[in-house]
């Protein structure tokens, strides 16, 4: 009898376990099954993981194979100091110290380019700029037949920075430069900019033809970072020659739209993974979705939503956040939904 009722007990809990869990198996793949694509939907359902693998019912509704789908993505928090979009300023300091460095005049001979140069062998740079900004001076090249542009500086360490600094305090007789960003604060030390000069007048001041550069740089990530007229917002007197590089969608859209950096981290804020995503189509036709995730600042990891069928990016902003950006037309097949692809059905 005891024996009995142990087991009756036993058999209760388990059916009760059962049904939680066939109820939570179906509401995961209800979920996540459905689409959470950015719409004028608001009731977006919440975020799961679709990797959920449970032979059930095939829900009514019919999956768009063209609808980017989104499951979450523990990044590590201090990533958001990381990536291409990080914004450093006077009060924004840089800090990670991995960046991976090359020669620029070693990855020049080695990709056989001469269109144009760096000042000497120990200039280095982000090795994932190498080829964009050797794609932007080659067609410069082309389309004006000028090779003079030398690349004056790229990465600077802490170091070379304080020493700059500390030489511009000498020079001025000031207490503060007002030429050269603080050590910690500037974007050099983050390898993604560079200072073109020309060896022609070694003074460059974006002209004529050059003119050509602002004009195009977006097409290949770089923007013209301390422009004439955002002096109030960048707090650095205007640099015809100096160029950062953030990537073609972020490059284009501030381009376009006249924002210089600071203004476009802001702008971007406000488009959240559950409002409205920035949508956009540069020039190349080429379409994006991009939004912001605030950091989860106490946490180690911050909960990321991201698509499962499309290509994408995430960068940190260097200050509160992440910035994800999806390549609109990349959209692969949705994972686990392979088999219902037309191939099998030409082999039946
Ligand atoms: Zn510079």
């Not at 809990?13 to 066939?22: A, M, Q, S, Y």
């Not at 996540?32 to 829900?59: F, L, M, N």
């Not at 609109?328 to 191939?343: F, K, L, R, V």
């Amino acid at each position: 009898m005891k024996e009995n009722k142990r087991s009756s007990i036993k058999s209760a809990k388990l059916f009760t376990e059962v049904c939680v869990l066939v109820t939570l198996a179906i509401t995961a793949v209800y979920i996540g099954a459905k689409e959470i694509r950015q719409t004028e939907d608001i009731s977006r359902a919440p975020i799961v993981d679709s990797g959920a693998d449970i032979d059930i019912e095939e829900p009514t509704e019919v999956v768009d194979e063209n609808k980017i789908i989104f499951e979450g993505s523990e990044i590590p928090t201090k990533d958001k100091f990381k990536g291409d979009l990080i914004l450093v300023n006077n009060n924004t300091q840089y800090f990670t110290g991995d960046e991976e460095l090359v020669s620029l005049n070693t990855q020049l001979r080695q990709d056989g380019v001469t269109s144009f140069t760096a000042n000497d062998n120990s200039l280095k740079v982000r090795k994932e700029i190498c080829t964009p900004l050797e794609n932007l001076l080659n067609e410069f090249k082309a389309q004006k037949q000028i090779d003079d542009v030398v690349i004056i500086s790229g990465f600077r360490t802490q170091e070379k920075q304080q020493q700059l600094y500390d030489a511009d305090l000498v020079k001025t007789g000031l207490d503060y430069s007002e030429l050269v960003a603080k050590p910690g604060y500037s974007e050099h030390q983050t390898g993604f900019a560079v200072d073109f000069t020309t060896s022609t007048t070694w003074d460059y001041d974006g002209l004529g033809d050059y003119e050509w550069i602002d004009e195009n740089c977006w097409k290949y990530g770089f923007v013209l970072r301390y422009p004439e007229n955002k002096t109030d917002i960048t707090q650095i007197r205007y640099e015809p020659w100096h160029y950062r590089y953030v990537g073609v969608p972020h490059a284009y859209y501030m381009y376009k739209n006249g924002l210089c950096m600071e203004e476009y981290i802001e702008k971007l804020r406000s488009y959240t993974y559950e409002g409205g995503h920035l949508e956009f189509t540069d020039d190349l036709g080429v379409k994006y979705e991009i939004y912001f995730v605030k950091s989860d600042d106490g946490a180690e990891t911050t909960f990321v939503p991201v698509p499962v069928n499309a290509t994408y990016d995430i960068s940190g902003n260097n200050v509160d956040g992440f910035i994800v950006t999806l390549y609109a037309d990349q959209i692969t097949a949705i994972p686990g939904m392979e088999n219902t692809t037309s191939a099998e059905s030409q082999a039946e």
